[in-house]
């Protein structure tokens, strides 16, 4: 098996060099140019993500796509913990009665519920199962947690000394969406919902904000995904709260994604659940509470950030896999040799914690690079024999394509600064074209013509929510967030042109 | 704030030193030999693990039983990683008439599943939320996920080469159990559960065998539990299962408890959901199947194995905290400096990989002792004014109450000396109680004797499920397993005196 070629891997893949590839290899990535939506799935199909599950909206999670979700949810756990936040289970059933305490709550999630209604099946006449054993109170598939953990709460909190609860909790959560997409908007999704009660206003807001900031750090240094921090309209924000904070990303295609939200609850879920507590002065009062959560739609975030027309692209900080090794070999006697460097090579990189893996597969290089570089794996590195007499390694990034050589001896530390350098790469790029597609628009017109572009538009807009609805349903945009640190300026709202005192983020959204 | 006396911690805790304890502090615990079921609650609520909730059979598993769970995962997902398994996701509810395929595992499940029947709520004319939007096919609440998860393998495997396909899922589970239990027996719960294709029965029954062992591991070497493998009879075996192998642990209350279980499936499921692939001479074979799973009902297992009168004992390699570091002064300059000292033995520890916490809260120490003791940590260490003196430390271990002095210089070494000792103490204890609590039972007569005493009874059984039906209705004894590797004998089944090749283990069981 002959093939150094590095440049023009050989493509005619005979059966025998197959052995091992799965389908991912055979199919062909939609251009974005060309279908930007088929392009998302081909290349969650490329890079073997996910899969449709015989159950309406409901995605399979993968190997290759929930060792994504591992690594977040690492990331973000440790994230948590250092700021105090504990990990605790509530049950997936919410009795319909709890989920209507908060009105404005059951309203917002009502139109999505799955409601458990029996608990037993029984054979009919035809011999078919069917449900039997109704429920006297049917029970709601928690859509969020708010409810059952807010009566936990009630039930736990006496007094200040009790407080604050910083709680977490990692779990599958139910929204029956009607049109549904892959990590984007499933039935069924994966998430980590925050709940904490304080003794004052003034400590929930600062943990609203501080987790929204861990948000922020963790879409930007690890996902490389830059975001826009700001505040929900009262039409945008979350069915309960005072005040919904959002991250705020921008896909390739100019359309925005919601990325993280953390609210300020005020007292609201408290006084609907009775969460008091008796303050050092002996008076009962109402907690203040914040919830706060993050999912696996910020897959498709990561995917729609990066990737390209060959794959997935994969932040180093994220990847499951950060290095694949490739050994490219012409003899057996070559074949030892070379791979005694890779294992000696995957070790010096273990001991610097880059995850590797050596493709030692017995097919040829070229649908090899084509695999891994679907999957999005940051660097590949090749050795061949002429590596082996230079005594050098040969490192390809995934993100650009460039190449660059490297002696032997220090190679470990130069792909740990590369990695590195791609991490940082990947942000910059992010960013600067968010950045270019921020665009001011003064008046509606603008707006419109403005809006066929895609990215954020940023505009005046009053206060009343007739002016925001009239923008969704004339355009499908919708306001994402007041940003915050915004410098006050004076305008007029591009609907009725009554006064407005700062511009405010449009977009069309996933 | 003097209080020195270690033997006799002051117990008139006065309001000001109750600041920061909580509930499971001002709790007794009633004694196993008086109330073994309450012993078992009171010990769940002095610990702090779990709480009911208002949601009829489901427990909220609190923040310092979750860090239980977190352990557990960690260290089984590792063992399974290193075998070769990943992990993925497959939805939570499954379709009936996919439960339906497979006969026997529907019937197994009928009786216990929760059904989402609706998919909104809507207000009726009392203002009341109801269930709308009835669905065409209902949907069962995963009871189990071979069902779902096949018809997934089904789709992705076509020839050998796709095979063997190692899968785990994390999940949370429910089954509509009447009678509940914290832990034990609740109607959600989480575990994980492994499934694999082989195109072999040998290599499938090899794997099941191997994930069997994986879980003997665990919970002799990390939960302290010393088990019995072995296979169920046709009647206790898992809906759909060729064979079912399991783990039989025993409580102190001489009840059995089962584990974890390992199933071959045989070609059962395959057959029922098309998983078929073409072997390497171009023939259509069905693959051959397992399962396996382990759950947070384990908790259980590891409280009734382990925990005393006074509360909860951990097996350090499973405690989230292992040692707790109790400053005692009397000045606060003391204070300081044994602070100082805390810290830096922490430091060690911790560079040990030791989990550590310092207990400086503004406390008498006399209720510290008595929460952690009560919350299971391994080993309490007290620093105190006299131990500066003469540079030392007192370790003080949960299990056995034993004191130790030991020198600040090599601390850290002998403490984890020390855990080392009590994890493999508590096996050795708890190894011997099982070993004393399994006995021999020749005739019917004899075996409803030595029930009363609890624990296994070895005892022989022909293979007419009638007999083992007989002896599970008159004495509410099961056969838990019979053992591996246990010398054939031949015998006279106990019922109905037929000859019989072996001995069961029966019990009565959790």
Tied chains: 1, 2.
Aim: hydrophobic content about 35%; proline content about 4%; aromatic content about 8%.
């Amino acid at each position: 098996m002959i093939n150094i070629n590095r440049d023009k891997p050989d493509q005619n893949i005979t059966k025998k060099f197959t052995q091992g590839d799965n389908d991912a290899n055979k199919q062909s990535i939609t251009k974005r140019s060309e279908n930007y939506s088929q392009w998302f799935l081909d290349i969650i199909s490329a890079a073997d993500l996910a899969d449709n599950s015989p159950v309406r909206g409901c995605m399979v999670i993968k190997p290759n796509g929930y060792a994504i979700w591992e690594k977040m949810q690492m990331t973000l756990d440790k994230m948590f913990k250092k700021t105090g936040v504990v990990n605790a289970y509530f049950p997936l059933f919410i009795p319909i009665s709890f989920l209507s305490k908060e009105a404005e709550h059951v309203e917002g999630f009502a139109t999505e519920c799955a409601v458990v209604t029996h608990h037993r099946l029984e054979k009919n006449k035809n011999g078919k199962m069917v449900p039997a054993g109704e429920l006297g109170e049917p029970l709601v598939v928690r859509p969020t947690s708010e409810t059952i953990i807010y009566a936990m709460f009630a039930k736990w909190i006496n007094s200040y000394r009790d407080l604050p609860i910083l709680i977490n909790q990692w779990a599958n959560i139910v929204r029956w969406e009607m049109r549904t997409k892959p990590f984007l908007r499933t039935m069924e999704f994966l998430w980590q919902e925050g709940h904490t009660a304080h003794t004052t206003r003034e400590e929930a807001h600062a943990r609203a904000l501080q987790m929204l900031e861990i948000y922020r750090i963790f879409a930007e240094e690890y996902m490389a995904i830059p975001i826009i921090k700001g505040t929900k309209s009262e039409s945008e924000k979350f069915a309960g709260a005072v005040n919904t904070y959002t991250i705020e990303a921008l896909m390739q295609d100019g359309k925005a994604l919601q990325s993280g939200t953390s609210h300020l609850l005020g007292q609201n879920f408290a006084k609907a659940f009775g969460v008091k507590f008796l303050d050092q002065n002996g008076h009962e009062q109402y907690a203040w509470q914040t919830s706060w959560g993050m999912t696996t739609r910020m897959i498709g975030g990561l995917i729609m950030t990066h990737s390209d027309d060959k794959g997935l692209v994969l932040p180093p900080r994220i990847a499951p896999i950060q290095i694949v090794i490739i050994p490219i070999w012409a003899s057996e006697k070559d074949h030892q040799e070379i791979i005694q460097t890779a294992n000696s090579l995957a070790k010096q990189l273990q001991d610097l914690d880059i995850t590797v893996k050596i493709d030692d597969r017995d097919m040829r290089p070229g649908p090899k690079f084509y695999e891994w570089e679907k999957k999005g794996i940051p660097v590949r590195i090749e050795i061949g024999p002429k590596d082996m007499e230079k005594q050098s390694i040969l490192a390809v990034r995934r993100d650009t394509g460039e190449k660059q050589s490297a002696t032997l001896i220090g190679a470990a530390e130069h792909i740990r600064d590369l990695l590195d350098k791609i991490q940082k790469d990947l942000l910059e790029k992010a960013t600067k074209f968010r950045d270019k597609n921020i665009r001011t628009a003064d008046s509606y017109e603008e707006f419109k013509n403005i809006l066929e572009k895609g990215g954020f538009i940023s505009a005046h807009l009053c206060l009343n929510p007739k002016c925001e609805t009239k923008v969704k349903e004339e355009t499908k945009a919708t306001t994402r967030c007041t940003p915050f640190n915004q410098k006050e300026e004076l305008g007029k709202c591009i609907i009725c042109g009554k006064e407005s005192k700062q511009r405010v983020l449009f977009a069309r959204s996933y």
